[in-house]
């Protein structure tokens, strides 16, 4: 699996649009770009997922360039539930044993 | 639907000593994982399990065995305790091994003395 470099930390003002970047220069073709999140001392919960088209869900955008080698999450209206760790992750889907390689992520702060 | 359960939520051991730290998943997941988390690092992988009657190694898997003998249960355990293995540890399941989203406890936060 690719590896992947994100900033340790970045701050959002509450109500502003968060842009939470990844960089994965090395990814292959057939590799995923997933985001995860993880809030103060609980479990991760999955944001997004994409491979090639920017896609959008409920909880977020995901922005990847056209070379494919990064990737933006955008938290639109960010709040400060907002506020955790987020994991940038690059893998196969599907055919592989599933396993998830978490990095160090961005630690959020959404500021009021 | 109460999703993963680990138990217990927090574990005190002496070093030497044995346990189990619990997962069962109500959701008919194919797909278990066991992953533990040091304080300013991210998750890694201990082991996982793509179905009943298997599992494998993940990056971290000393000190540790897992079976998988129902789709709903996925134990972990610790033969004999180190303080190294102070950590906390998180349970997930997926309905296949693509994890395209995975669903996690919330934690098993267990020290070792």
């Known amino acids: 699996d690719a590896k992947t470099t994100q900033p340790p930390s970045m701050d959002c003002a509450e109500g502003r649009a968060a842009n939470l970047p990844c960089n994965h220069s090395?990814?292959?073709?057939?590799?995923?770009v997933y985001w995860y999140r993880q809030i103060h001392s609980q479990g991760p919960q999955y944001i997004i997922h994409g491979l090639k088209n920017n896609e959008t869900n409920e909880m977020a955008s995901l922005i990847i360039t056209e070379d494919r080698k990064s990737s933006t999450l955008i938290l639109p209206h960010a709040t400060l539930r907002d506020t955790a760790v987020y994991y940038c992750i690059v893998r196969l889907l599907p055919g592989n044993t599933g396993k998830l390689i978490f990095g160090q992520g961005t630690t959020l702060q959404v500021k009021p | 639907n109460a999703g993963v359960t680990q138990t217990p939520k927090f574990q005190v051991l002496k070093t030497g000593q044995s346990m189990t730290l619990q997962c069962a998943q109500d959701?008919?997941?194919?797909?278990m994982s066991w992953y533990r988390q040091d304080p300013g690092m991210g998750l890694r992988l201990i082991h996982y399990s793509v179905g009943a009657g298997i599992t494998d190694q993940g990056e971290v898997p000393n000190g540790y065995n897992v079976s998988r003998s129902t789709t709903e249960d996925f134990p972990l355990r610790l033969l004999s305790a180190a303080p190294s293995q102070t950590s906390v540890y998180f349970c997930?399941?997926?309905?296949?091994?693509?994890?395209?989203?995975?669903?996690f406890g919330q934690g098993t936060r267990l020290t070792v003395v």
């Open positions: 997930a399941s997926s309905p296949n091994p693509q994890v395209i989203e995975a669903f």
């Open positions: 090395t990814i292959s073709g057939n590799e995923y």
């Open positions: 959701m008919n997941h194919e797909y």
